[in-house]
């Protein structure tokens, strides 16, 4: 059986941002320790989801100390690491959220700009715009690893079916998703979202989010969690920080795709 331990660190983030960096790096050290080969980070790791942050804790590859840290920390527990997202400034001052991936290496082998900026109003209940600090990407991510090709989009991505569709058909069969949804979106869409992404793809879909700061201007909902091909709930954390441990099964990808042929029975004659 083809299997791969994975961690999902769902982690306190405060606005110190060197406090933030060190417990990520505890947290990987940790998951690394108790098996893990890919571990992941959640959604704006290092800084506050707030938008007078972005900025301020903005970082530039290669020479950001969050992101030499991601690289130190993966190359020293061989392991592959999504690096949840941070702010990232490019060569002309844009400022983007941003997945940072390494191998067992090292070396930055992917990076995800988040697609769709979330723009939200509630009324009474939520409003935010990150398009009043932040950039769009434009590029679909999946890179390959040893234990197949991996997908990962941040967030209000996974909103977007036609995206995590792409993703499959350029032959993720592993999606991840850091993602800081909140204490309205998250009771209402956030375990239904996985499932449905994961059982019309029939893939492994992880979330990864913020443990719960009820000191936070924005409160993630946590509820880190992993979906298998079925749809099924396979992992999930509370609201507190932790670590989530699951083996992924991978020959299970090709049975419930050999059992329910969704992606071959397609009609791209007339869709």
């Known amino acids: ?14 606005d110190n941002k060197m406090k933030n960096i060190v417990k990520a790096e505890e947290m990987i050290v940790k998951a690394s320790e108790k098996g893990a080969k890919l571990v992941v980070l959640p959604e704006m790791f290092n ?7 972005f900025a301020e804790f903005a970082e530039s590859y290669p020479c ?11 190359k020293e527990n061989k392991i592959y690491l999504i690096g949840g997202s941070i702010p990232e400034r ?10 940072f991936i390494f191998d067992s290496n090292g070396n930055l082998i992917g990076k995800h700009r988040k697609i769709h900026l979330f723009d939200i ?25 040893e234990y197949g090709k991996i997908g990962v989009a941040i967030c209000y991505d996974i909103r977007f079916p036609e995206l995590i569709r792409l993703m499959v058909l350029n032959g993720a069969e ?16 956030w375990e239904t979202l996985f499932k449905c992404r994961a059982l019309d793809n029939q893939v492994y879909m992880l979330g990864c989010a913020p443990a ?5 201007f924005y409160i993630s909902y946590g509820n880190s969690i992993i979906t298998d ?15 989530l441990i699951q083996d992924l099964n991978l020959d299970r990808i090709k049975r419930v795709r050999a059992e329910l042929p969704l992606l071959k029975h397609r009609r791209t004659d007339v869709y």
């Not at 969050?66 to 920390?73: A, D, F, N, R």
């Open 1 to 14: 059986m083809s299997t791969v331990k994975v961690a999902i660190c769902q982690m306190i983030v405060t």
């Open 47 to 53: 800084c506050p989801y707030d938008k007078k942050y």
């Open 64 to 74: 950001g100390c969050t992101i030499k840290m991601l690289s130190k920390v993966s």
């Open 90 to 99: 490019d060569s002309e001052g844009r400022i983007y959220n941003s997945s």
């Open 121 to 145: 109003d509630i009324e009474g209940k939520i409003k935010f715009k990150e398009s009043d600090t932040l950039h769009g990407g434009n590029d679909i991510t999946v890179f390959n690893t």
């Open 174 to 189: 592993i999606i991840v998703i850091p993602a800081a949804f909140n204490m309205t979106t998250g009771p209402a869409h």
């Open 212 to 216: 719960r700061n009820v000191n936070a």
């Open 229 to 243: 091909p079925w749809g099924c709930v396979i992992g999930r954390l509370g609201e507190e920080e932790g670590i």
